[in-house]
C-alpha cells in the first residue's frame, strides 16, 4: 500500500540521486560515471507517478481507512518538485551532451518505468486487490445474512 510516507521517501531518494548528479554535472563527469544516480532518481520518479496514479484511483479498503486527500496532496507536491528537477536535468544534458543525449535518456527512462511497471507495481496492485477482496468478501456474506434474517422474520 502506498501512503504519503513512501512518497516523501521517494522524493528524498530523487531528490539525493539529483544533487548527486548536480554535483557530477558541476564537476565535468561523464554521463556514463553518473549512471547510478541517475538511475536512483528516474525509478524514484517512476514510483511517484504510480502513487498518484493510485491516489486517483485507490482501492476500496483506501478509501474507507485511508487518507486520500493527503496522499494526492503528498503525490502532487513530489510531481511538482520532480518537474523542476526534469528541467534542469535536461538543460545539464542538453548542454553537455547534446539533444540526441536526452532523447537516450528519456528512452532508457522509458524501459526502466516499464519494468518497474511489471516488476513491482503489479504485485503491489494484486495485493490491494486481495485485501479488497478480504474486506467485500465478508462484508457481502455479513449483508446476505442479515437479509435471509430479515426476510425469515418477515415471512
Not at 496522499?71 to 547534446?98: D, M, N, P, V, W
Not at 494484486?126 to 465478508?138: A, Y
Request: hydrophobic share 40%.
Amino acid at each position: 500500500m502506498f501512503d504519503p510516507i513512501t512518497i516523501g521517501a521517494c522524493l528524498t531518494t530523487a531528490s539525493t540521486a539529483f544533487s548527486g548528479l548536480k554535483r557530477a554535472f558541476q564537476a565535468g563527469r561523464d554521463i556514463e560515471q553518473m549512471s547510478g544516480d541517475l538511475s536512483k532518481w528516474m525509478s524514484a520518479v517512476s514510483d511517484i507517478e504510480q502513487k498518484e496514479k493510485q491516489a486517483k484511483n485507490p482501492p476500496i479498503f483506501r478509501k474507507v481507512f485511508g487518507s486520500i486527500e493527503q496522499e494526492a496532496l503528498e503525490a502532487f507536491a513530489a510531481k511538482k518538485k520532480l518537474e523542476e528537477q526534469r528541467y534542469e536535468l535536461k538543460t545539464f544534458i542538453q548542454f553537455s551532451h547534446g539533444h540526441k543525449a536526452w532523447d537516450e535518456l528519456i528512452a532508457m527512462e522509458g524501459k526502466i518505468r516499464k519494468a518497474r511497471q511489471e516488476q513491482l507495481y503489479k504485485k503491489q496492485e494484486f495485493k490491494d486487490r486481495c485485501i479488497e477482496g478480504l474486506f467485500i468478501q465478508p462484508l457481502t456474506l455479513f449483508y446476505t445474512i442479515l437479509i435471509f434474517f430479515f426476510v425469515s422474520i418477515l415471512f
